[in-house]
T-cell receptor
Framework: QKEVEQNSGPLSVPEGAIASLNCTYS??????FFWYRQYSGKSPELIMF????GDKEDGRFTAQLNKASQYVSLLIRDSQPSDSATYLC????????????FGKGTHLIIQP | KAGVTQTPRYLIKTRGQQVTLSCSPI?????VSWYQQTPGQGLQFLFE???????NKGNFPGRFSGRQFSNSRSEMNVSTLELGDSALYLC?????????????FGDGTRLSIL
C-alpha cells in the first residue's frame, strides 16, 4: 500500500462545477495535512492545510479531514480554467521524520 | 515578503561531476527541506535542516549531502553525478520544521545530467 495515495486522473470538471480531490494515507498517527497546486513546469504552491477533523474553508477551497478513515479531500467550488493543474496531497507521516510524504498528484482539467 | 529563492534555476552537468545548489528561505524561517521531483517517483524527501543541524534524512545515497548556515541559507551537494540524478530539486522553508508547519517551496533547480 502506498503511504499517501491519490487518483492520478485526469479528473475533468466543467467550469463552474465543484471539483473533488481525494487522498488517503497510511499512518493513523499523522497530524498535519497539506494540499499543494502545481502548474506544469512550476513548483508546488501551498493552497490549504488542515490539522483537525472536519472542514476548513478558504475562499473557493475547502479541505476536509477524517482521521478515523485516514482520508483527506479538497473541494474547489466554482471551478475556473485557471484551476487546471496537478494537485498534490502531502502528509507528515510519522511526525515528519521522513519529511512531508507526497502523493503522486491528481491532474485536474477544468473544461470551459 | 520575499519567497524562497533557489539558485541556479537550470544546470547541465555530465556524469561523474559534482554540483552545489543553493536555497535562501523566507525571512524568519529556520527550517529548510530539500526534495527531488521526477516524473516517475514524484516528490521525494532528501533532508531537513534546522539551526544548522540535519534533523531528518530521506532514503537517498550518501552522494547527496547538505548543510545550513547561521543565516538559515542552505546548500545541497550531489557528488559523482549519475544520469538518474536528472530531476527538479526543490527547497522548502518553514518556521520551525516539517512536523506541523506549512512548507513553502522555491521555484526549484532543474538539473540535467548528460
Amino acid at each position: 500500500q502506498k503511504e499517501v495515495e491519490q487518483n492520478s486522473g485526469p479528473l475533468s470538471v466543467p467550469e463552474g462545477a465543484i471539483a473533488s480531490l481525494n487522498c488517503t494515507y497510511s499512518d493513523r498517527g499523522s497530524q498535519s495535512f497539506f494540499w499543494y497546486r502545481q502548474y506544469s513546469g512550476k513548483s508546488p504552491e501551498l493552497i490549504m492545510f488542515i490539522y483537525s477533523n472536519g472542514d476548513k474553508e478558504d475562499g473557493r477551497f475547502t479541505a476536509q479531514l477524517n482521521k478515523a478513515s485516514q482520508y483527506v479531500s479538497l473541494l474547489i467550488r466554482d471551478s475556473q480554467p485557471s484551476d487546471s493543474a496537478t494537485y498534490l496531497c502531502a502528509v507528515n507521516l510519522r511526525g515528519g521524520a521522513d519529511g512531508l510524504t507526497f502523493g503522486k498528484g491528481t491532474h485536474l482539467i477544468i473544461q470551459p | 515578503k520575499a519567497g524562497v529563492t533557489q539558485t541556479p534555476r537550470y544546470l547541465i552537468k555530465t556524469r561523474g561531476q559534482q554540483v552545489t545548489l543553493s536555497c535562501s528561505p523566507i525571512s524568519g524561517h529556520r527550517s529548510v527541506s530539500w526534495y527531488q521531483q521526477t516524473p516517475g517517483q514524484g516528490l521525494q524527501f532528501l533532508f531537513e535542516y534546522f539551526s544548522e543541524t540535519q534533523r531528518n534524512k530521506g532514503n537517498f545515497p550518501g552522494r547527496f549531502s547538505g548543510r545550513q548556515f547561521s543565516n538559515s541559507r542552505s546548500e545541497m551537494n550531489v557528488s559523482t553525478l549519475e544520469l538518474g540524478d536528472s530531476a527538479l530539486y526543490l527547497c522548502a522553508s518553514s518556521l520551525s520544521g516539517v512536523g506541523n508547519q506549512p512548507q513553502h517551496f522555491g521555484d526549484g533547480t532543474r538539473l540535467s545530467i548528460l
